[in-house]
């Protein structure tokens, strides 16, 4: 059996130990730090030599000089442009003054000049147009039986080419226009003009249009439709018989030009 006395002396025994571990392991530290130092030594010479290599291989060599004929072309273009004449720009032509342009410029027509000008396409028309001077203008009378069948608005193709003569000389005025539309005191009973008031615009509105269709600005135009409101003639005899003869007459659309 072991005695107490034997174990307290192989504790103490081990207990002396540590020191010589301690020493080994700060003997292998400074070992490794020796072998450190050692190996991070650098050769400076062996340094040099690899960094000129490496830079023979990274950066390209300088472009070589462009031949000599490229300056004496370029100089060559250069005097023969600096010998070229360059054309002198021309003085800017002087504006005309307001008054200058308006001498210069299309005239406006005068009512005087417009009933001239239609007086001179009416002449072969009397049976179709009568011109009607006024004070404050001038009227063209449409006589309906030349332009308006019957309980109509449709334009009859004769009476186009006259319209569209007219409406070229009104396309060139300032003026103000305005299409009356007039019928006799017949009833008129359709599904399309229930009266004389429709179809009295109806025909006004066929005649205004087709002035815009020619150029008269439409915003000088105005359209009326009086029925028969406005007779030019008696449409019935004293006692109360239709006068045929009156009536048509009446059966017309006006074109009243006004300043």
Known sequence: MLKLADLRKRRHEEEDLWPISLADMMTLLLCFFLLVVAVSHIDIGRYERVADSMQKAMIPPPPKPKPQTDAVRSKVSHTVLARERVPEPEPPKPQPKPEESDRTGPRRKTLDDLRKELAAKLALHDNEVELIPRDNGVALNLRGAAFFDLASADIKPAGLPLLREIATTLAGTPYKVIVEGHTDN????????????????????????????QGVPKDHLRVEGLADTQPIAPNDDPSGRPVPENQAKNRRVVILVTP
């Open 186 to 213: 017949l009833p008129i009973e359709s599904w399309l003009y229930p009266s004389n008031w429709e179809l009295s615009s109806a025909r006004a509105s066929r005649v205004a249009r087709l002035l815009i269709d």
